[in-house]
């Protein structure tokens, strides 16, 4: 895919010769993103990001720790506003007014800290906000939400035997799959994992990983995953985005990279950090 190269940096910045991925599309793109661009203040978090999503696919989006993967996120999921460019849904305008906006146009998403009530059950938390109640009364119907949640486990294949226990009792890669579950469960059409596998073992991480990959051989949802390790990224990703200095510096299908590429472009953004900081 061709990269184009920024001639044009804020006033008062110097040009940069960092390669940028201009708007691409594809005939079943169900979300397409286009020259973004969010500031902080003097803070640049965002340039002139793009990117899209095929339906059924799921995308790494890559990058270091300030690269600009969470704010991209964050304004794709309704948490924050871009100061500049345009999103499309479904072919669509989508212009999301919140997260719970962005939820009823069917984009949700999981972050890191996954936003279960430790106190609560399995079940409870998988109908958060969500809750089935009896009509006219407003008393929780405990036994329809055992039930769904049941269904809804054993349907996206994680295996949890006690769902009336509290979440803190579990590991987290099962609480990070419960997360996961209820995203589906609320008939998302794209998934948003803010670093799913951040701090798990190697066995809790492969059953996020299997699935995630349930999810793609369905073919209903359409996922972005924030990852670091790259071997996670080439055991689930058809395609990979790496976002540098706030712009999306390569996209690629896996099978068209690797992972010795892809270490080799964050060598060459250090060497170039370094060399403009001892300019």
Do not use: W
């Not at 209903?220 to 080439?234: A, D, E, P, T, W």
Request: hydrophobic share 40%; with cysteine.
């Amino acid at each position: 895919m061709a990269a184009d190269r920024d001639q044009s940096a804020h006033p008062g910045e110097a040009p940069t010769e960092q390669p940028i991925v201009g708007p691409t599309s594809a005939p079943d793109d169900v979300l397409r993103v286009e020259h973004i661009a969010k500031r902080f203040g003097p803070v640049t978090a965002l340039r002139d990001v793009n990117l899209h999503l095929r339906k059924g696919e799921v995308l790494g989006l890559l990058g270091d720790n300030g690269a600009g993967k969470s704010t991209l996120i964050k304004i794709i999921s309704g948490f924050q506003k871009q100061d500049s460019g345009r999103m499309f849904l479904q072919g669509q305008p989508y212009e999301p007014k919140s997260v719970d906006d962005a939820r009823a146009k069917g984009v949700d998403t999981v972050y890191q800290d996954l936003a279960l009530i430790d106190e609560l059950s399995v079940y409870h938390n998988l109908f958060l906000r969500r809750e089935r109640v009896f009509r006219p009364l407003p008393l929780l119907n405990n036994r329809e939400m055992k039930r769904e949640a049941r269904r809804a486990l054993d349907e996206i294949g994680i295996h949890i035997p006690r769902i009336d226990v509290s979440v803190a009792r579990l590991s987290g890669g099962q609480r990070q799959a419960i997360a996961v579950a209820r995203t589906v469960n609320s008939d998302a059409d794209i998934i948003l994992l803010d670093e799913p596998l951040a701090a798990m073992g190697a066995k809790e991480g492969a059953q996020i990983l299997d699935l995630v990959a349930r999810l793609k051989a369905e073919g209903r949802v359409s996922i972005i995953m924030i990852l670091h390790n790259y071997v996670q990224v080439f055991q689930a990703c058809d395609r990979v985005s790496m976002i540098q200095d706030g712009v999306i510096a390569l996209d690629k299908p896996t099978a068209e990279t690797s992972i010795e590429e892809l270490t080799e472009i964050v060598v060459n953004e250090y060497r170039r950090a370094r060399a403009e900081a001892h300019r």
